[in-house]
């Protein structure tokens, strides 16, 4: 089955980066995004993303995104607050959290977040509890206006970056969600050591987050005391 990008102009862009990231390069070009919840219940096993020109541009397995979807669910519920998951074009494992236009609140998952996470439904989970954290907590929309009132349309790392405790409280807070809806809190963990070793060959990686190790090292200590 083909899917055809969605919310083009209405995800474009109040593009938060990322709390779970690597570095965008400065002139990336707008992304496309498709709604997950439309392409997980797709009846095939893979699906097929396709560009305006009709040309393929990613295939995915609908079982993955069925299980992203369905923690999706269980978090929002945990969190008492709603959002609609994306997928958005992009080679680099990014996740992000971001207003639309109308208001409505989005996540999204970058084609190369899905392929790192693979299968790891707690994976998921975590960095869907971290992103819905951002919104809950109102650090998305410190960061709207900053964004509106800039005369750019995409936005690097640096221009559109969380505080360090915005980081430390939302991972907290997404960990605790992850366990009240019955997910594995270390596979925050788990994304983050995965990201960790993709960050020391990646040039300019961004230090305006929490380091990697000291995000590691909190988030470690946060699923003993979860899991006692």
């Known amino acids: ?8 102009k209405n995800f474009l862009l109040l593009f938060l980066m990322q709390s779970f990231l690597l570095p965008v390069a400065a002139n990336a070009t707008e ?39 369905s923690a999706m669910v269980a978090i929002q519920e945990a969190a008492e607050i709603n959002a609609e998951l994306f997928v958005v074009e992009g080679k680099a494992p990014n996740a992000f959290a971001t207003i639309g236009k109308d208001e409505q609140n989005v996540i999204g998952f970058t ?10 439904v707690d994976a998921a989970a975590g ?14 929309k410190e960061r709207k206006e900053a964004i509106e009132n800039s005369s750019r ?26 366990v009240e809806a019955g997910y594995d809190p270390a596979g925050a963990v788990r994304v983050h ?4 070793k993709i960050s020391k060959r990646q040039v300019g990686f961004s230090g305006s987050h929490p380091s990697s190790i ?12 979860l899991t006692k």
């Open 214 to 225: 000291e995000r590691l090292t909190i988030l470690k200590s946060l699923v003993r005391r």
């Open 111 to 120: 084609f190369g977040m899905l392929e790192l996470i693979g299968m790891d």
């Open 1 to 8: 089955m083909n899917f055809k990008p969605t919310l083009q």
């Open 193 to 196: 050591e995965k990201l960790y």
């Open 31 to 69: 992304p496309m995004a498709w709604r997950i919840r439309d392409i997980a219940s797709a009846p095939v096993d893979v699906v097929q993303l396709r560009d305006k020109r009709d040309r393929v541009i990613h295939s995915m397995a609908t079982k993955q995104l069925l299980l992203v979807y």
């Open 153 to 178: 349309t995409t936005f690097t790392a640096a221009s559109s970056k969380y505080t360090r405790d915005n980081e430390r409280e939302s991972d907290y807070l997404g960990a605790i969600w992850a």
């Open 127 to 140: 960095i869907i509890g971290h992103e819905l954290a951002h919104l809950k907590l109102e650090h998305v």
